[in-house]
């Protein structure tokens, strides 16, 4: 659900009805130039060696928050393209994508004859004729739409989820606009040299955004979280009335509940809040290891608890995450190589699921991965100080960024949802583990099929063998790294773990990085 209205509206010029594209034009432009100002004058001042390795921290800190701001002030289609662009570590230093990740997704609402002119046109019925009862005053806003509260003829109490009017048009209007930014910054501009894909990512948010602002899609969504958890009372979705759904308008049952972040509120309806965090945790872990199919912002405002059964109810289907099935042989083979402590295998298997760019030396990559292999998991992962989820996601966004690392967007969605899980745990229970509640739930889903002989452990030998017989090549491959160690090109290049995070990181990273590889083969294994 969105995040409620507590902030006085504020006046943002894309909301105007008589906002025209050439007035769009020159407020995008006028960000994109400022911004690409600023990022040349940065690069020059470090190239210069003018600034020390915090004041450059420091510095996109302040870009980064100043471009935050921007978006917002830009509007809907570009608090989409900031809550996107904090997925993609490879292509922002942490500092952007933890601004980045921040970004609130609230706008002022929009007037109550608009909401009723919207809901009479998509209904085809004037409201009272629908609703016996229906607040033209919104329980909730967002970038995308706002919700209100109404009462169905036949008695049921519903959430209305209003689209934006003219959202749509400014999603064209914007997009034709990126368009043209996109190639100028791919064809004509040092960063299109750096070997990224600006097209083909723009080409991935167009369709993403899409997908968000067509409510069917998310009534879908709905269903099938819906559907997963149907033998588990203690996790409610609202029923999604198709019957007054279109794809602007989404009427859902009203749930209402504590909001799970209110530990006070919490406690005076006695729940119990070690309870709320182990499920919580739980439920997300049966989402990644179980259904494939997962809340990708499970923030407190998304979910809440019900005061009656200590249940938890989720909201807002909008933006969920898939593992494509295409990706769960590869995952698998990366599990046998770290279970091997076999580096090659890891490496390949990573390049073949599009978490390592091919086109770059993977000789440091597989020298770096191979010593975390021999130093960490001769070692029981129980056995090491606990590190949190928040912690191992900012080692890895510092890993990949700048590095052949490319963790997919859907890796990172992960990642973020299990630290802000983390987060509201500890805040429940100090004493909260996520990995405490992850070892026995996957341990469990992983041994319910032991005499099938399509088990996952059972086929990891015989794929890893094939994968090493025909993709590492193994003879050539053999007398390059022979011809690698006649050349004396042995050392290990860690650059930015070695230089930023020194040793006491490095354990981190390589904990982190084994934790997030063994977590994205479990998701996959649910998703076969």
């Known amino acids: 659900m969105p995040a409620p209205v507590d902030d006085p509206p504020r006046s943002y010029r894309w909301s105007r009805s008589n906002y025209t594209p050439l007035g769009r034009l020159l407020d995008i432009g006028s960000v994109a130039s400022q911004f690409l100002f600023f990022l040349w004058k940065d690069r020059q001042a470090e190239q210069r060696g ?19 701001e921007s978006l917002l002030q830009l509007g809907p289609t570009f608090i989409k393209i900031g809550q996107f662009f904090s997925t993609r570590s490879d292509l922002f230093p942490a500092e952007y994508i933890e601004e980045l990740s921040r970004l609130q997704d609230q706008v002022p609402a929009f007037d109550a004859a608009l909401v009723q002119a919207i809901v009479e046109r998509e209904l085809a019925k004037p409201v009272d004729e629908v609703f016996a009862a229906f607040d033209l005053v919104p329980i909730a806003s967002a970038s995308l739409g706002q919700v209100h509260q109404g009462t169905l003829q036949s008695g049921k109490s519903v959430a209305v989820k209003v689209q934006r009017p003219g959202l749509q048009r400014l999603f064209e209007i914007d997009l034709n606009i990126l368009r043209g930014i996109v190639e100028t910054v791919q064809y004509r501009t040092i960063w299109g040299k750096q070997g990224h894909d600006w097209i083909g990512i723009y080409e991935e948010c167009r369709r993403t955004l899409w997908e968000e602002v067509d409510y069917l899609n998310e009534g879908r969504n709905a269903d099938t ?3 997963n958890f149907r033998d588990h009372d203690q996790v409610v979705v609202p029923r999604v009335y198709w019957r007054y759904t279109t794809p602007r308008l989404l009427t859902m049952e009203y749930v209402p509940g504590i909001k799970v ?5 919490l406690a005076a309806a006695g729940i119990d809040q070690k309870a709320i965090a182990h499920l919580g945790a739980e439920s997300y872990l049966r989402q990644l290891l179980q259904h494939g199919f997962f809340h ?6 998304n979910i809440a608890v019900d005061a009656r059964t200590g249940g938890l109810i989720f909201y807002d289907f909008g933006m969920m995450g898939r593992v494509p099935k295409t990706t769960k042989d590869s995952l698998m083979i990366t599990l046998s190589g ?14 073949a699921l599009g978490a390592l760019a091919p086109d770059t030396d993977l000789g440091p990559v597989r020298r770096s991965v191979q010593y975390m292999l021999e130093n960490f998991m001769n070692q029981s992962l129980g056995s090491h100080e606990a590190v949190s989820m928040a912690a191992i996601s900012d080692d890895l966004y510092e890993l990949s960024y700048g590095q052949p690392f490319r963790f997919p967007a859907t890796f990172t969605f992960v990642l973020r949802a299990l630290s802000t899980l983390e987060a ?9 583990n996520f990995m405490t509640v992850a070892q026995p739930l996957a341990t469990e889903l992983m041994s319910q099929s ?14 890893a ?59 996959c294994r649910g998703h076969k």
């Open 50 to 68: 003018r600034l020390s390795s915090q004041a450059q921290s420091e510095l996109r800190r302040k870009r980064a928050v100043w471009l935050q």
């Open 261 to 265: 972040s209110s530990g006070e509120a």
């Open 296 to 301: 990708a912002d499970p923030h407190p405002g």
């Open 338 to 351: 770290i279970i091997r402590q076999d580096a090659g295998v890891v490496v390949e298997s990573m390049v």
């Open 225 to 227: 979280f819906r559907r």
């Open 465 to 523: 063998a094939q994968f090493t017989n025909t993709s590492l090549n193994l003879p050539q491959r053999a007398e390059k790294a022979l011809n690698h160690l006649e050349q004396g090109d042995i050392k290990i290049r860690m650059t930015s773990v070695e230089t930023d995070r020194e040793l006491r990181k490095l354990n981190t990273v390589g904990v982190g990085l084994i934790y997030a590889m063994l977590c994205s083969v479990l998701i």
């Open 450 to 463: 032991p005499g099938n002989p399509n088990n996952f452990f059972d086929q990891l030998g015989l794929q």
């Open 424 to 432: 509201w745990g500890k805040s429940l229970d100090p004493s909260f």
